[in-house]
């Protein structure tokens, strides 16, 4: 007669001992880790998103904002050719008669020309008698001088800023110690 009873070999089936439950458990344990690192990807592509967004509308906004840098670079040629041809002009000159209508409507260009600029926020550097700033000058030469080194003394070329961003250096000369 045969024995039908299962004889225990001493080697157990891991999936046979594995209750559903402990399966479950694994599952719920790995859907909740992919859960927090989809979620953890979600919170950076709408970080990477909203800084996206906000470096173009600054680029959009610099747009409108300086626009007209070029242009207003090559306008200040004009402005330093008006203004040494005033300078150019003598008492004698200014005191004729017959070009006092041309100083007059030279000046009066000037002053519109210089209207225009401060509407568009295109202001001249101060240069003279201040300390030399890389940032906003450009030393051409150095002057043996009384006043403390580094001092601007002399403005061979007028600086501008458009805003708050440099259009052209002045082009100085600044003060070196007298020898």
């Not at 260009?109 to 906003?136: C, K, S």
């Amino acid at each position: 007669m045969e024995n039908d009873t299962p004889v225990d070999d001493g080697q157990t089936d891991d999936a046979a001992t594995e209750t559903p439950a402990t399966e479950t458990q694994d599952e719920a344990a790995k859907l909740a880790e992919q859960l927090a690192a989809v979620q953890q990807d979600l919170l950076y592509a709408r970080a990477e998103t909203q800084n996206v967004r906000r470096r173009a509308e600054k680029e959009v906004a610099d747009a409108h904002a300086y626009a007209a840098t070029k242009f207003a670079r090559d306008i200040l040629s004009v402005a330093d050719n008006l203004g040494r041809a005033l300078a150019a002009l003598s008492d004698e000159q200014r005191a004729d008669e017959a070009i006092k209508p041309l100083i007059t409507g030279l000046e009066a260009t000037e002053r519109e020309l210089l209207g225009v600029f401060e509407r568009n926020g295109i202001t001249r550097i101060a240069a003279i008698g201040l300390p030399l700033d890389p940032n906003q000058h450009q030393a051409m030469l150095e002057i043996p001088s009384d006043q403390a080194p580094g001092t601007i003394v002399q403005e061979m070329q007028a600086g501008y800023m458009m805003k708050d961003r440099l259009l052209r250096p002045a082009m100085v000369a600044v003060a070196k110690k007298a020898e």
